[in-house]
């Protein structure tokens, strides 16, 4: 018996606005559950960034860097950027954005997302009731 269209797992957007800081480092991002399957990945800067050296960043999970080097140098706002690396996070953790830059840019805030399936697990097969017992 096959699954009714609304019970199937859907793609949605996930996303968490987060701040980056001045110099590189890692800004942690959106908290996500096991067996979850990122599609793509991207960011959305809310500021303007200079024209440094280097701004660059990724959006990783610390195993799989779903969008690599995305470059911010020179970029104005509201820009999205996007990497469509696919990868399943296969325990609990958080997606992150990852910077790398040299330079002074000041700090930069903006929207870090991700498009993503749960495919945990997802037998929801009836359990036996009363009324399916023969008196």
Do not use: H, W
């Not at 050296?53 to 610390?62: I, N």
């Not at 930069?108 to 749960?118: E, L, M, N, Q």
């Amino acid at each position: 018996m096959g699954l009714v269209q609304s019970v199937r797992p859907q793609a949605y957007v996930v996303e968490k606005d987060v701040s980056l800081a001045a110099t590189s480092g890692t800004a942690v991002g959106i908290s996500v559950g096991a067996g979850t399957l990122v599609l793509a990945a991207g960011f959305e800067n809310y500021d303007a960034v200079g024209n440094i050296d280097t701004y660059t960043l990724d959006v990783t999970d610390g195993t799989t860097v779903f969008a690599n080097d995305l470059n911010f140098d020179d970029t104005s706002a509201n820009t999205v950027k996007v990497g469509t690396t696919a990868g399943l996070v296969a325990a609990a953790d958080t997606i992150d954005v990852v910077t790398t830059i040299t330079g002074s840019p000041g700090v930069i805030t903006g929207r870090v997302f991700a498009v993503v399936v749960d495919v945990a697990d997802q037998d929801t097969g009836a359990d036996e009731v009363d009324r399916d017992q023969l008196a």
